[in-house]
């Protein structure tokens, strides 16, 4: 959204996805009788490619539509998704999250970050780390020459959080912790 400058496809329906990822790769077992077997082979795959980009979109649309509200943001603009570049690190961070400041455009010079995001449809509830990764990223955007120091850091999960992100995130004011009940 903010940096990309290559295009890249993705199926965006759920089903069409499963049969892409999941069915078609191991038609031959499921004809056999070995349901199992494939679901074994499958499951990872479920969780990573089919079910996670669903809770990221998921938290896309929570954010563009009950966001600005239930953050406290004074407003809020195009929300999305986008990678950049971190030269520390010599490589690319995937943001699941990301809302523009009210008025600002995708692709623009160096358009207001309201919010990032990170969503995570994991077993383990989210700890410290997917904090301080935020913190990074604003970091990196921050030094791009982008207006993202007052960005609220959201992170979003399927089964909570660890007790030492919970006190962080009370201590702090500019974190946010977003539960599956919270999305619905």
């Not at 010599?90 to 970050?113: C, F, N, T, Y």
């Not at 994991?122 to 990764?133: N, V």
Request: aromatic fraction near 6%.
């Amino acid at each position: 959204m903010l940096y990309q400058r290559k295009i890249s496809y993705r199926l965006s329906d759920p089903l069409l996805r499963f049969h892409h990822l999941v069915v078609q790769p191991r038609v031959h077992d499921a004809e056999l009788g070995n349901a199992e077997a494939v679901w074994a082979a499958a499951r990872d795959t479920v969780q990573s490619k089919i079910l996670g980009p669903a809770f990221e979109e998921v938290c896309r649309r929570w954010t563009g539509v009950y966001g600005v509200e239930r953050l406290g943001l004074d407003g809020g603009g195009e929300v999305g998704e986008t990678t950049i570049s971190c030269p520390e690190c010599r490589k690319s961070h995937q943001i699941d999250v990301i809302m523009l400041g009210p008025g600002e455009q995708a692709r623009s010079k160096g358009p207001a970050v309201s919010v990032l995001g990170e969503a995570k449809y994991t077993a383990e509830p989210r700890g410290s780390a997917d904090l301080h990764r935020l913190d990074h990223l604003r970091a990196v955007i921050t030094a791009k020459r982008v207006p993202a120091e007052d960005a609220k850091l959201v992170i979003f999960a399927r089964n909570g959080f660890t007790a030492d992100l919970e006190a962080e995130a009370r201590r702090r004011g500019d974190v946010v912790l977003v539960t599956l009940a919270d999305l619905y």
